[in-house]
Nanobody
Framework: QVKLVESGGGLVQPGGSLRLSCTAS????????MAWYRQAPGKEREWVAM???????QYTDSVKGRFTISRDFDKNIMFLQMNNLKPEDTAVYYC???????WGQGTQVTVSS
């Protein structure tokens, strides 16, 4: 059974950067599509970025040019590099595969001065 664990969140000032990690219990090459999601306080969970097994990547409009999704197949980790963070990026960030499996606990990202 696939298990995904998020880490790397924290408190950062506006304009700062963070790199989130999603560590998989299986070889990432066995997972076709993976994605990052986030849920801000009082809002529904939303999709942020996705990557396919052949390297295609897509981003929601609000993070284009600031966030980069990638996979390290040797370490079985998916990353989300987040630059130029804004207060509206504050949320709990989750990773998952598509089709989705049970959600993990996520990692909190807070952007505040």
């Amino acid at each position: 059974q696939v298990k995904l664990v998020e880490s790397g969140g924290g408190l950062v000032q506006p304009g700062g950067s963070l790199r989130l990690s999603c560590t998989a219990s299986v070889n990432l090459k066995s997972i076709g599509v993976m994605a990052w999601y986030r849920q801000a306080p009082g809002k529904e969970r939303e999709w942020v970025a996705m990557t396919t097994a052949v390297g295609a990547k897509q981003y929601t409009d609000s993070v284009k040019g600031r966030f980069t999704i990638s996979r390290d197949f040797d370490k079985n980790i998916m990353f989300l590099q987040m630059n130029n963070l804004k207060p509206e990026d504050t949320a709990v960030y989750y990773c998952n595969q598509i089709p989705k499996i049970t959600w993990g606990q996520g990692t909190q990202v807070t952007v505040s001065s």
